[in-house]
């Protein structure tokens, strides 16, 4: 018991370490970006856009600093505003899919999924899911009433407090990775080492199938949809090097799991807006069954004309 606390607890350290090493310096420049004319900037470029998917100018506010930051800055931004029901239902579906991007992106890129087709796909399904709630929902122009949060945050003056501030919030953002991965490789470890994530692997694999994937990858898929990209990272990183899940597996679960992950957490989260949180996990959950479905269905098609090909070749030179 002792080994395997051991083994666990030095691969939460290294992968604490290697993920550490991609949040710090983005979690620091992003939040000090917020407290200069960068991120102002960016917002003004975006408010004539909202227009086209039904949101007001204001509407650019939270979007931006949930895609810089992270869900609850996103959230605290929404709650500073007067939006309609509408409006902060389609801000809801843009950042469920959407959000943190920097950080998930680039930590999911270690696992070896090229972090532009993380944003490209994250982007795509929050603007595509919301133009198609502004064309279908006629309704939702009463404005929204937000339950018990707060919208107050205290502001730093000067760059030496911006910069402290940023230091804080990127060393915080390492402790609660630490608090939350180290346990979970200790606790992985030893169901690996007790043979269980087999057995869970195999419960799995007929849900597994049906996405195009092997059972290597239910772990994860499971990570992911739990605790998140970002914290689950370490349990897919691990999973690449020890359960030999292939390329294109990874590929699909994170495709998967951009559309969604960290399912309680994420809705529960928008709760406080006052706005129905079910829709939103249905429909997560079935864009990412269905593009998960359909980008398997062409993989397989490109690998087996690949196939193909090279048995003709191989057909042709030996004549």
């Known amino acids: 018991m002792d080994g395997i606390l051991k083994r666990g607890f030095l691969q939460g350290l290294t992968t604490t370490w290697t993920l550490g090493k991609v949040i710090f310096p983005i979690t620091l420049i992003v939040t000090i970006l917020q407290f200069t004319p960068v991120l102002p900037w960016i917002i003004e470029q975006l408010e004539p856009i909202m227009g086209l998917i039904g949101l007001s100018g204001e509407a650019a506010v939270p979007l931006v600093l949930g895609n810089a930051l992270n869900l609850y800055a996103g959230i605290a931004a929404i709650v500073s505003f007067d939006f309609s029901v509408k409006e902060v239902f389609i801000m809801a579906m843009m950042l469920s899919f959407s959000h943190n991007l920097f950080i998930e992106s680039a930590v999911a890129s270690r696992v070896g999924v090229r972090w532009w087709i ?19 929902w006629s309704g939702g122009t009463e404005l929204a009433q937000y339950g018990l949060i707060s919208a107050t945050e205290v502001v730093p003056v000067g760059w030496l407090e911006i910069v402290f501030h940023g230091v ?25 080492e007790k043979g269980w994530l087999t057995k869970l692997s195999n419960q799995l694999a007929p849900f597994m ?39 294109k597996d990874m590929y699909l679960a994170l495709i998967f799991l951009v559309s969604c992950h ?3 957490e994420d809705t529960l989260v928008f709760i406080p807006l ?12 079935s864009t990412a069954i269905i ?29």
Do not use: C
């Open 274 to 285: 006052g706005i129905p949180v079910w829709p939103l996990l249905v429909i997560r959950l």
């Open 118 to 136: 993380i944003v490209g796909v994250r982007v795509f399904l929050a603007i595509l899911a919301a133009v198609v709630i502004n064309l279908i």
């Open 168 to 192: 804080v919030t990127a060393v915080i953002a390492i402790l609660q990775l630490a608090i939350i991965v180290i346990p979970l490789m200790i606790i992985m470890q030893f169901l690996r």
């Open 209 to 247: 199938r049906f996405l195009g994937m092997d059972k290597s990858a239910s772990m994860t898929m499971v990570a992911g949809l739990t605790i998140g990209l970002a914290y689950g990272a370490g349990l897919m990183i691990q999973a690449v090097k020890e359960d030999g899940v292939s390329k």
């Open 291 to 319: 593009m998960t479905i359909i980008v398997a269905f062409f993989w397989r098609r490109a690998e087996n004309s690949k196939r193909k090909e090279t048995t003709n070749e191989h057909r042709y030179g030996t004549f």
């Open 262 to 264: 960290a399912v309680v």
